[in-house]
Structure formats: C-alpha cells, structure tokens
C-alpha cells in the first residue's frame, strides 16, 4: 500500500496538471485575440471567439461645430482633423451607451472624402485616429480601413466612419 500512494499522488498532479492546462488552452481560445503589426498603428487582423458581444455603430459623421457658419464653408463641420475626433467622440459616445467602451473598438471603416481643392487629408485622419488608438490611454489598435470616395452626401463633410466593437 505503502507504494502505490506516491505513485497516485504523482499521477494525481499530472491529471491536475493536464487539466489546467486545457482550461488554460480554452480560456485563451475564448478571448479576442489582435493580430499585431508592430511598425504599424493598425492591426493586421483580429479573432473574435463564439459567444463574444458586439456592438456596431453606423455610418456616424462630424457634429456641426458652428451652426451659423455660413453654409458650404469647412466653418461649420471643421476640417479633417476636426471632424475626425468628432466622430470618434461620437463613437466613444454611443459605444457607451450600449455598455461598451473604445478599448473594445475592433474594427472602423473610415470614408475619406476630397476637399474643395480635391485633396484628402490622410495625415488628419491618422492624427486624430493617434488620439483615441495606439497610445498610453488606449494601447489598442485596431484592424481598419481607409476608402477614398468621391464625396460623402453631405458636400461639407469630408469624413465617415462605422466602428465595430467587441468583449
């Protein structure tokens, strides 16, 4: 009898052992997991397990930042930059709303419109996008895409953006 105790005891910590590492292996496999790209500020991609919560956001655009600017003038919206961290504010805004937060952000698709002198203003978006993503507040980046289109549907607005978040 004497013989077979230590034999059980060491086949109970292997069992124990084995059984820890499968929970290990199942809770890793049930967390969202970032694909990075270390040089860049976004994501190459992102995994998102079975039972995971999402929110998505519309098409959201710039809140009107002087109301009596005179129409047709970037006045009233601001420019990239400004409408840029105006929807990301009304991002972080309406993911609060449903329970969910800006570290939870996964995925934006951004529309990029021209200017009156038919330039986009890329390094805007990307400074603003610097703001909410990819810092010491938010370590997060996220996977996303940048479109260039023609114009957005309202001729002041220079930028739109949809934001996915999961947890």
């Not at 009898?1 to 084995?18: C, D, E, G, K, Q």
């Not at 805007?124 to 260039?148: H, L, M, Q």
Request: net charge negative; glycine share 6%.
């Amino acid at each position: 009898m004497n013989r077979l105790y230590p034999t059980s005891i060491f086949l109970l910590a292997i069992m124990l052992f084995v059984s820890c590492q499968q929970t290990s292996t199942y809770q890793d496999e049930k967390k969202i997991k970032r694909y990075d790209r270390p040089e860049a500020s976004i994501l190459k991609g992102v995994y998102i397990p079975d039972g995971a919560e999402y929110f998505y956001t519309s098409g959201l655009v710039a809140p009107v930042k002087a109301e009596n600017a005179e129409a047709g003038t970037y006045q009233r919206y601001g420019d990239t930059r400004e409408q840029s961290l105006g929807i990301l504010n009304r991002i972080k805004e309406t993911l609060e709303e449903g329970g969910f937060a800006m570290e939870n952000v996964v995925f934006l698709r951004v529309y990029l419109a021209p200017d009156k002198d038919g330039k986009i203003d890329w390094d805007a978006w990307f400074d603003a996008y610097g703001e909410y993503f990819n810092n010491d507040e938010n370590p997060n980046k996220v996977a996303r895409s940048t479109i260039a289109v023609h114009s957005l549907a309202n001729p002041e607005l220079l930028i739109e953006i949809e934001a996915v978040a999961a947890k």
